[in-house]
Nanobody, 126 residues
């Protein structure tokens, strides 16, 4: 259902763009989000995007102003543009999707999502 890609090794201050390819059946009406999990830590919400018009993207506090989530509907793909990367951004990044709307306050909860990608590793060296 979901395929995450784009991870790699970069230096602090660099940029990287992750991609999440979503199957067409799931993409049409959904919320697609990015989470991340650093070694030894719990999974953390990063960003969320809704397919419904009028819903603005939603970001975790630690990435606001640096990361941008966007969609290419023609390609059924959601992107996470990551700028000004820091060593603390090192983690496995997962995309997740929910095929229907839920209250915005729930977008940051792992339990809100039905489908998960396999994860892509981002390593930021200082």
């Amino acid at each position: 259902q979901l395929q995450a890609s784009g991870g790699g090794l970069v230096q602090a201050g660099d940029s990287l763009r992750l991609s999440c390819a979503v199957s067409e059946l799931t993409f049409t009406n959904n919320i697609v989000s990015w989470f991340r999990q650093a070694p030894g830590k719990e999974r953390e919400f990063v960003a969320a995007s809704s397919s419904w018009a009028g819903y603005i993207p939603y970001y975790g506090d630690s990435v606001k102003g640096r990361f941008t989530i966007s969609r290419n509907n023609a390609k059924n793909t959601v992107y996470l543009q990551m700028n000004s990367l820091k060593s603390e951004d090192t983690a496995v990044y997962y995309c997740a999707a929910r095929p229907n709307l839920v209250v915005r306050s729930a977008w940051s909860s792992e339990a809100s999502y039905d489908y998960w990608g396999q994860g892509t590793l981002v390593t930021v060296s200082s």
